[in-house]
């Protein structure tokens, strides 16, 4: 009997650049990235392929492409081969060779988007496209231990990947061309906090997202929060109090719960442990047994310590 469990995906006719320019869909390979372009608008979002995404195997539609698309707008996947960061000659050809041909002269908005290795690339390939707006989830300004020495995550990826070097070694020294760009990160994150001070700038507007882990767009997603976002670029170039009204959300979002818990719990902050894991097993009838299992030792570990504490 046939798996029906696997979604059957739409791979766009294959074709080179020059065809593509004009096309409502396409997809573009190369040595060590494809580009797969879906059309419905004259807005653009540029999605770049992260490290989980590769894991995914082929066929994969362009990264968060069932999160944009219902959204009504074109989508273009920037798709790596490798967890390599992009840090190859193929992804930026690829989108020069685009430019060059006008294709990006279709949209009136053009935004690039990614989360950590996908943010990284947003970011360094967006001066490649005159006016584009850059939303950026959790990036990394480089891997390169002599620019970045607080930067120690990702070990492996990062040995089998290109640090010495060629261009689009440093997403910071791109921003001074970049026309705006969103920076979502977690400033309890310390590397996540070092990078986002490396890429400060006037046309740069940090966002910071406590709690959120590394995994800030996954906090974003589940808050609902992301179509108020990229509307935000899309319409404007700022994110304003709609965003935040959006993410209260968070607070009902399991990851941000179990992040909270354990960074008031690490800093001695018990009574907030205790006040949270309340409030949560409150509002937590949608929660699966294994989060509530969480928040339930938290605060039992919470209120066993300021017992402790009392007592001597």
């Not at 990036?139 to 607080?150: D, E, G, Y």
């Not at 060629?166 to 970049?178: Q, S």
Request: with cysteine; net charge positive; proline share 6%.
């Amino acid at each position: 009997m046939a798996d029906t469990s696997v979604v059957q995906i739409d791979v766009p006719p294959e074709m080179g650049l020059d065809a593509a320019v004009d096309a409502d869909r396409f997809l573009i390979r190369g040595a060590h990235a494809n580009l797969w372009f879906e059309g419905q608008s004259d807005v653009l979002l540029v999605s770049f392929d992260n490290l989980a995404t590769i894991d995914e195997g082929w066929p994969r539609g362009p990264w968060a492409w069932r999160r944009l698309a219902p959204l009504g707008h074109s989508v273009l996947g920037v798709q790596s081969h490798a967890k390599d960061w992009f840090r190859q000659p193929t992804a930026p050809e690829l989108i020069r060779g685009l430019e060059e041909r006008g294709f990006f002269r279709r949209f009136r908005r053009v935004v690039l988007t990614g989360a950590s290795m996908g943010a990284f690339a947003a970011l360094n390939f967006a001066p490649l496209i005159p006016e584009a707006r850059v939303l950026a989830f959790s990036p990394q300004s480089t891997m390169n231990k002599v620019i970045a020495p607080f930067e120690a995550r990702f070990p492996f990826a990062v040995r089998k990947s290109n640090w010495e070097g060629m261009p689009f070694l440093d997403a910071a020294a791109a921003v001074p061309y970049i026309h705006k760009a969103v920076v979502l990160y977690d400033p309890f994150v310390p590397e996540d906090r070092s990078h986002a001070a490396r890429l400060a700038g006037p046309s740069v507007q940090l966002l910071r997202v406590p709690f959120c882990t590394h995994e800030a767009i996954r906090v974003v997603m589940k808050a609902g929060a992301l179509p108020g976002l990229v509307a935000a670029l899309v319409d404007g170039d700022d994110v304003g109090q709609a965003f935040w009204q959006d993410f209260r959300a968070r607070r009902s979002v399991p990851k941000w719960q179990r992040s909270l818990l354990a960074k008031a719990a690490s800093r001695g902050r018990h009574d907030l442990v205790i006040r949270a894991a309340d409030a949560m097993l409150r509002l937590g009838k949608d929660l699966s047994d294994d989060d509530l299992a969480f928040v339930r030792r938290a605060k039992r570990g919470a209120v066993n310590t300021l017992k402790g504490v009392q007592a001597g």
